[in-house]
């Protein structure tokens, strides 16, 4: 979700320049305004923290913790709404360019620092609840006799917090918006004679290409570095070949033992890799982490990232285009106010719309991933329905990722659903012969309906060019 509201904030900076709304407030007003409507959500979700912390203490409850957790998606959400309004018709960004003027990313980096100075003030509000958790699982490890590592201070969990989940989609973008500014001033000051669908070209295939190339960047931001020559390396090696998928790796991720993580890196070979957080090789054995790499794998194998980009695109763009045409084509006059914002209206809806379905088909994508698992440890095993150990394998391998997380398993995740539930549907797939299992199927209807959708938007893009 961080990432949502990350690329919310920059997209709201980037489109500024495109969207020439003025509210006619001053700079300073509107600044004023912005940073005192974030103070008040950050005062509130302060409060909220405090309370939830107590009940916490008081009753033990699961319930706390997870009111605790949606409090702070609430305040995430109000605040990057509150501040990408203030850009977009607020003048904040203009603002920001009446102090340092409009300089390549300058004005746009500082103007990100007010909402990356409110998700950091967020997440340190929200650091007692994660560390009651943690010495929760502290304790129950000390009591069972496990390993334990202690917890690690407020500052450091919210420089983890940024480090992990803000730049992930904060480095590329920044690379982005500075690309899109200098091809701007480069065909502006030099390219003038050119056709400005040849500037238009370059910048996209730019964006493209960073896209494509941006997990080699985050590799060297996070100091991720290659396991050569240890078993997991082997492991990885025997499954990229008996799965025939292109990933580099594996890498391991330094977090200093907090999260117990394992990804796949971008979208591209040679730019694909697959990444295993320290804290994981430590304490998940030999067959969870197979049963792990096999997930991650899957989502390569069954192509996952590109369906979930074809699925956004074309929903976001048919939807817009529709609802767009349904208020033109009204048969009753509108009110003037609703026709001046029928894009604005149009777009936030189909991205609305968008988010829901994207969430939807990316738990299954995940429930697909968890089965594929399950059949890959069943067939090592020569057999050909998923066997108890195959479902087990991946089933115990989460829970103590949660565990190790201190991460309740009912917690909902918008785009995996809830450990909970894939630890059931899991334990649902033992007998399941592996060529007909019925996530497969049910994700199999869903490209046929997505393949439908970039067919209906090609057609309608191709009638919007003859028509001129
Ligand atoms: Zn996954």
Redo the contacts with the bound molecule.
Sequence with gaps: MTQILVILCFAAVHLRDEYAYASGLSPFTSGAITLAGLGLIWLSHLGAMALFGHRIDRTGSWRAVVAADRATLAANVCGAIWFATFVLVGGLLDGVRALVGDTILLDELLALLIPLAFLAAVWWSYEPIDRRLGEAALIRRLDEGGEVYLPQGRSAFVVRRLRHHVLLSGVPLTIIIGWSELIGWISHAWLSHWPPSAGEALRIAGVLAIFVVSPAIMRRVWGAKYLDGSGIAALVDDMRRLHKVRVRGPLLLPTGGTSVNAAILGVMWPFRYVLFSDALLEHLSPVHIEAVTA??IA?VRRHHIPWLGALMLSIILLLGGMMGLVIDFWPVSLPAWLVEFTPEIAGMASLAIGALAFGYVSRRF?WQ?DAFAAAHVSRRAACDVVTPEGALALSDALDRVARLNHMPQDRFFFR?GSIRTRRRRLAALVGTPLDAMPIDQEVSRIKNAIGVMVLLLVVALALLTAVG
Excluded: L
């Design positions: 997930h991650e989502h995940e991933a995996h």
